[in-house]
């Protein structure tokens, strides 16, 4: 074998070694055994048919072909002495794919060839056949699959039959030969047949040549009805499997006669080839003639063991001989970056750079804009890489570009070269002033700092340097200070500075928003002394007809906005967690399964309503509603608000609209009961506020 199929052989036999030491015991199933044994007789056949063993992109057709499999080696010098003899040649393989990598290899080595596969149409393979046996034809090989020619295929035009790899059923190979030893065939056929030494493949040919015994003894003879083709079993199988792979494991290179010659296999190895090939044909055959049908049946690939009629395998039954240590392990690079992982992914075949990067000077500060260092470091680092450009020679490439802004990119081009062909190195002061620039920059922050700056100032104020310091994780409020004085001098110098400073003009904006929204909040809650009872929200009439909460559930989510703050963390879920806490809506199921979301929309609702309303108090005038009036109901009710009652409402004279407020006239005697106001109904007017606080008036007097 070659070094590349011995490779190939290691990591089949280590990627289930398990089940290849027989470790699993029974639980190694026969077709798991069955893929190993496929995937070594492909090893042995060629390393092309895995996927990924070929060199390449780009692939090509060359010597490679040849001389990384042991069986090609051999092949290709075959055929050149058997072209030379003037023979014509059929070659026989079980494995399509492998016809493939033989058509390539004919073509490469420009022989005359026909093939017949599983797949070719009964009128290709009349064509084919005649196209070979018609007197004077210039085709030399001739490419079958073992079991694909069928009946009447005749091939008496060739007199070599080379079967590439072996049949578990000899009878497939019989028949492979039967199609050059037809009638009429007048020239001596010679069968040549491959087989990797110290590989899976000499057991399987020991196989077929027991199956071949037991079909001369027992249905040539026909003296019983023996199962001379049952298949192998597991013990069988995996036998067959750690044939040989101790030496596969211990090999460094190539094995056999793939070690001299820089792999190649030249004339006289041919020859020392085929004469160990006819010994080891001669020991196989007389090993089997001498078996009777008893024999044959009892026998296995472990049959060895025995020897003058002593079973040497029971002496040690529980220790596994033939262990096989696997290979020593090598660790691989591994990229675990996601974002690599997706860009290969969605992009396999990235372009590649057309023109490489120019080259920069040596030991230089990388200077971003963001780091605010002296204009006069990145003059200074300038000429120095002019300069270092000039020293190695390097010319300036042309700036990619249309036809028509061809002599613009020239004299860009040149422009850019005269300033690398005028440079001069930096004298000792320039160089002492570079180093004392370097110094003078923000050379500790990064583009992640810089962002979280940009972020923590619009949510918290360019000012606010202990709130900043908070998104900042790797700097304190006096260097977040040091650093916000030179932006706000220098942030001009940095790429896109329009964007970053909306971005923080923004936040302040948001910030002062919410800011006024709390103050009229807590303005409009100075209003009452118990909020929860007695705050009055003006509705606008699309709020109204739309309305799903009730009046007592806004007052609640106003009272819990006061009392957090409207831009506090996580503020809708503490305010779920109150609602699901509160005794005032144990039964309440519509207020107490609303989520986070929803109640922020709510809340956003009732802000817009709060603050409208003292937009609006110039123009409603006299039908506003003071404080006054709403201070002077009892102060009984504020009981019930310390006990976490449902507030009691007080009965107003006219204006009433809201359904719910009647029933309340019908237990005026009870003032610890509570009436919450129907869902579908709609509240009162301001109109109907102004009027009830004049009845209310009225009647205290």
Known sequence: MSEMQIKWYQKILEKDIDAVNGAGGKRESKTRLLNIVMQLRKCCNHPYLFEGAEPGPPYTTD???????????????????????????????????????????????????????????????????????????????????????????????????????????????????????????????????????????????????????????????GRAQQAAKAAANKDELLSMIQHGAEKVFQSKGPTGNMVS?????????????????????KELNAKYEKLGIDDLQKFTSESAYEWNGENFANTKKNVNMTWINPAKRERK?????????????MYPNP?????????????????????????????????????????????????????????????????????????????EEEREEKEKLSLQGFGDWNKRDFQQFVNGSGKYGRTDYEGISNEIDSKSAPEIKAYAKVFWQRYTEIADYPKYIKTIED???????????????????????????????????????????TEEEDRFLLVLLD??????????????????ESPLFRFDWFFLSRTPIELSRRCTTLITTIVKEFEDVPARGS???????????????????????????????????????????????SKNSSATPSRASSVTSTVSAGGSAKGKKGKKK
């Open 63 to 221: 010597e490679h072909l040849v001389y990384n499999a042991g069986k090609m080696a051999v092949l290709d010098k075959l055929l050149k002495r058997l072209q030379k003899q003037g023979s014509r040649v059929l070659i026989f393989s079980q494995m399509s794919r492998l016809l493939d990598i033989l058509e390539d290899y004919c073509v490469f080595r420009e022989y005359k060839y026909c093939r017949i596969d599983g797949g070719t149409a009964h009128e290709d393979r009349i064509a084919a056949i005649d196209e070979y046996n018609k007197p004077g034809s210039e085709k030399f090989v001739f490419l079958l699959t073992t079991r694909a020619g069928g009946l009447g295929i005749n091939l008496t035009t060739a007199d070599i039959v080379i079967l590439y790899d072996s049949d578990w059923n000899p009878q497939a190979d019989l028949q492979a030969m039967d199609r050059a030893h037809r009638i009429g065939q007048t020239k001596q056929v010679v069968v040549y047949r491959f087989v990797t030494d110290n590989a899976i493949e000499e057991k399987v040919l020991e196989r077929a040549a027991q199956k071949l015994r037991l079909d001369q003894l027992v249905i040539q003879q």
């Open 261 to 281: 010659k820089d792999g190649e296999v030249g004339d006289d190895d041919i020859d020392e080839i085929l004469a160990k090939g006819e010994n080891r044909t």
């Open 333 to 345: 690079e591994q990229s675990y970056s996601m974002d690599k992982y997706f860009r290969q992914t």
């Open 351 to 427: 372009k590649a750079d057309a023109k490489p990067k120019a080259p920069r000077a040596p030991k230089q500060v990388p200077v971003h804009d963001y780091q605010f260092y002296p204009p006069r470091l990145r003059d200074l680092q300038d000429r120095e890489t002019a300069y270092y450009r000039k020293e190695i020679g390097y010319k300036v490439p042309l700036p990619d570009g249309d036809e028509e802004t061809l002599e613009e990119r020239e004299a860009e081009r040149a422009l850019d070269q005269q300033e690398i062909d005028n440079a001069t190195p930096l004298t």
């Open 507 to 549: 936040g302040e904006e948001r910030t002062r928003r919410i800011g006024h929204h709390q103050k009229l909040l807590r303005k409009k809650m100075q209003q009452y002394r118990v909020p929860l009872q007695q705050l009055k929200i003006n509705y606008s009439v699309s709020t109204t007809n739309k309305k799903v909460y």
């Open 563 to 580: 009392r957090y703050g409207i831009d506090s963390e996580g503020l809708y879920e503490k305010m779920r967690d109150d609602i699901r």
């Open 623 to 669: 039908n506003g509603v003071n404080g006054k009036s709403k201070r002077e109901p009892d102060d009984e009710n504020d009981e019930d608000s310390i006990l976490g009652m449902a507030p009691a409402k007080k009965k107003a004279k006219n204006g009433v609209k809201n359904k719910a407020l009647d029933n309340v006239k019908s237990v005026k005697s």
